[in-house]
């Protein structure tokens, strides 16, 4: 597939069906911002970076790519931190790169990062995992960038064979050929064709002779330095300076103001290319009192922007010049600033034709990459088309007055011409110029397999003397240059060595093990918000449930809402595992509670259920004397002791009461409770017994409090105070007192039936007999509460 990385924005294309179309994103658009933003130990990239780059200036990067293999000191540094939110730093090597929240960064590691999110993004279009992948660079880059680009790729993890660059206008022009075939029907028709490339930060200008089957670079012509963007920073500081002095000095020391500023100056711009007529627009700094509204009509903006579209004009004409041509037959625009009108009016002027709208200006460069690409994949028939281009060769030319290294862009004979600081013109020592721009073929056969071209040099150091150098270079399929050897007349030959690599072979494997890590970040960062999410859900769910429980509600709820505000505060910087743990312990002991409340609610039915079945009881059978209570008790308590094995023994002795009920409590129970005191008066009690007496209903009600209190304090204490150890130990104490609970459950219900039977009993023999069972059941219930 191939890839179009741009400064403003990127596309993806693939191969669909019979051709090659973009691929859409994850948000449904063809187009990806190159943006790259750096957040709470997070990197985003795309439509999420544009949203998060508006809160800090140094937190986002774009337009990295213009900085692949530039030194510090290189002059477009300079000119690419008026645009570059983050601060462009030296690195120890000398090189350019991005502070980004204090941490250092290269361009080359930043779009190793951009590129592997488009590459994962697109794989889900594509069958074959064994695909090349074209990348366009645009056609003013050196071997240093080109060097560059093919080093990040391979730091995103795509092997450098199955990598290869495409100039952003050789890839224009393989698309036009191949979607217009219809042009050259005819056998041996040609068509001199321009192709201008006006995009984001850069204009490049390509003359090509094209033909049915073949195609070859004439001359490119590019200014680096010139793009939409260049636009619109004119507009933002003609509208700074129709505002008044507080409004100007608040958006200029507010970086989120000029942001904000910045991209409605933009879209100003694109509304003056649809109409003559003037144009309004509101604009919300969020850093003034109201709302900012700026006008500007087409005259306005053509006066503003005179300056550049004269430098877009010189730049077309050198196009023409090198090509030793005077005009051509078609021009194809691309690039999102071709359409401004005042620049199809140069377009017209200078190539004597109208600019051609038959491909779409911003996903061309991406078609003409993928068929590129899948011209280079095995299993993939496209016509037989030959490519021959140009790269631009940059010399550095280091003289004795010069301090620093001069570059020098062309694709065609050139004469340097650099800058000496304190140097007058006459002491320059020297002029350098070459015979001829280096050419080479693109195709099948000769895919990674560099071939060989000679460069002739000639230095003129005097007026009458001069030295010729010849060398020999290696050009690849990527336009890379590496000279192998260095011939002067006068001298013996001698050899150069030749760095292949931009970066070390340790840099490479560092930053690709730092990619990985970001990679394992990222991936359980989004496992983390997942958990959360459902962290979260838990929670209101277990709100919604409770809210039809008016007695917990108050109790439980201030509870949930103490483990949201965990969940907004520390739970986005916790450790995933930390979340995975917490939410599961968490949501384990909100169904534990839950279930509990389940069963309070079930004995409160077998209770009234009991009092139901045993008031029948009293009423039909038990006045009668057909049957004694105390007998009925005892048979239900024999039925319980069943499922009751832990405490068997203690039921046992229950059932066995009505041996001996006055030794069994005076020889185990040191505090034997009742009901009421002037009832265990008139059984016989004496008053030392009395002392120790409390009412049954107390015990059952402080059984049921305590419980509930205990649990919540412990799912407080637990839950909302970090401790996942204690909230381990509080699961496994829920877990194995289950049948704790169960029992203590079972025995308030036989001891509410007891006491309802003592109530509504009539004989005196039932009645003491009914009395006694209660202090020993009231002295078990306490006896399973103290475990």
Known sequence: FGIDVGSYAS???????????????EFGERHTPALICYQRGELFFGYIAEQKSVQ???????????????????????????????????????????????EKYRPEELLAIYLRKLVESAKSSIRDENLYVALSVPAYFGHYERIATLEAAEIAGLERDSVCLVNSTTAACVAFNIYNDSLFIKKNRTETIAIVDFGYSSLKVAIVKMGRTSMEVL?????????????????????????????????????????????SCEKLKQALCLTTQEVRQRVDCQVTTSDITIAMDRSCFETLTEALIHRARKTMQKALQDANLSNVTMVEAIGGSVRIPAVQVIITDVF????????????????????????????YSLKSFSVIDMPSIRVYVNGKVQQGVLRVPSSKCWHIQFKHLGVKISEIPATLSTNSGIRFKISPENFRQPFLKKLLIKIISAPLRGTSIESDWIVDNNGVVSCVKFVRPDYEDTKVDVC???????????????????????????????????????????????SMK?????????????????????????????????FSLTNNLIHKFEEYLQELEKTQEIIQSAFKDFDEILMKE??????????ILLEEIENERKDVVAYGTLIEKLVNISAGPRQLRSGLFNEVPCPEVEEASEIGYDESEKKGIRNWREISLTFQKSERDRFKDDFQRCCLSGSLDEMK???????????????????????????RLYDISQKPAEKKNLFILQNVMQNALRALLHQ
């Open 56 to 102: 800090s200036d140094s937190c986002s990067v774009a337009a990295f790519t213009r900085l692949l293999g530039k030194k510090f000191s290189d002059e477009l540094c300079e000119c690419e931190q008026r645009f570059t939110h983050a601060k462009i730093i030296e690195l120890d090597d000398g090189y350019a790169g991005f502070e980004l929240n204090k």
């Open 622 to 631: 038990g006045r009668k004397g057909k049957m004694s209570v105390t007998q």
């Open 11 to 25: 596309y993806v294309a693939s191969q669909q069906g019979t051709g090659v179309n973009t691929v859409a994103n």
């Open 219 to 263: 001359a490119t012509a590019c200014d680096p330095n010139l793009g939409g963007r260049d636009f619109d920073r004119l507009i933002f500081e003609h509208i700074l300076e129709t505002l008044n002095e507080d409004e100007r000095d608040r958006i200029k020391h507010s970086f989120k103001g000029r942001v904000l500023l910045m991209r």
């Open 500 to 546: 292949t690599n931009y970066l070390s072979l340790e840099c490479i494997s560092s930053l690709r093990k730092r990619q990985d890590d970001y990679e394992i970040q990222a991936r359980e960062k989004k496992e983390q918000k997942v958990k959360l999410n459902m962290f979260e859900s838990c929670i209101y769910d277990a709100m919604n449930n409770l």
């Open 729 to 755: 130990n509080l699961l496994q104490y829920v877990k194995a007192s289950d049948q704790h609970y169960s029992n203590i459950q079972k025995l308030i219900s036989m001891l509410h039936v007891c006491c």
């Open 352 to 379: 004597g034709v109208k600019p051609s709208c038959k491909l779409n200006p911003d996903q061309t460069v991406a078609r003409g990459c993928g068929l590129m690409a899948l011209k280079m994949t095995k299993g």
């Open 550 to 582: 008016p007695n917990y509600n108050k109790e439980l709820y201030p509870l949930l809402e103490a483990a949201l505000k965990w969940i907004s505060s520390e739970g986005i910087r916790a450790p995933l595992q930390d979340v995975e743990n917490r």
